[in-house]
Nanobody, 120 residues
Framework: QVQLQESGPGLVKPSQTLSLTCTVSFGSITTSPWYWSWIRQPPGKGLEWMGHIRYDGGGGFIPSLKSRASISRDTSKNQFTLHLTSVTPEDTAVYYC????????????WGQGTQVTVSS
């Protein structure tokens, strides 16, 4: 059964770049028909799907994040990394990585989540 684990800093200063890595076990990030998402939940709010990278390296982000967000991957380590530039306190959230199946509007495996606080 695939397992996902987020890692990264818990505290980031405003205007800096946040980088979070998701390490995937028991499943390859280059195998069809899967895609790999970043999802976040700000305090007191619902889940927000941010964007994804597909097994073939394609993907994208929601319009509100497109100018600040990107995803890279290291296939040798079976990891993918979220990069979010120019963070503000509004980016404070629990961040999750998750696996989805192309053409299916749901995620079947999630990491446990990692808290990120943006504060000076």
């Amino acid at each position: 059964q695939v397992q996902l684990q987020e890692s990264g800093p818990g505290l980031v200063k405003p205007s800096q770049t946040l980088s979070l890595t998701c390490t995937v076990s028991f499943g390859s990030i280059t195998t069809s028909p899967w895609y790999w998402s970043w999802i976040r939940q700000p305090p007191g709010k619902g889940l927000e799907w941010m964007g994804h990278i597909r097994y073939d390296g394609g993907g994208g982000f929601i319009p509100s994040l497109k100018s600040r967000a990107s995803i890279s991957r290291d296939t040798s380590k079976n990891q993918f990394t979220l990069h979010l530039t120019s963070v503000t306190p509004e980016d404070t959230a629990v961040y999750y990585c998750a696996r989805g199946r192309i053409a299916v509007d749901s995620h079947d495996a999630w990491g446990q989540g990692t808290q990120v606080t943006v504060s000076s």
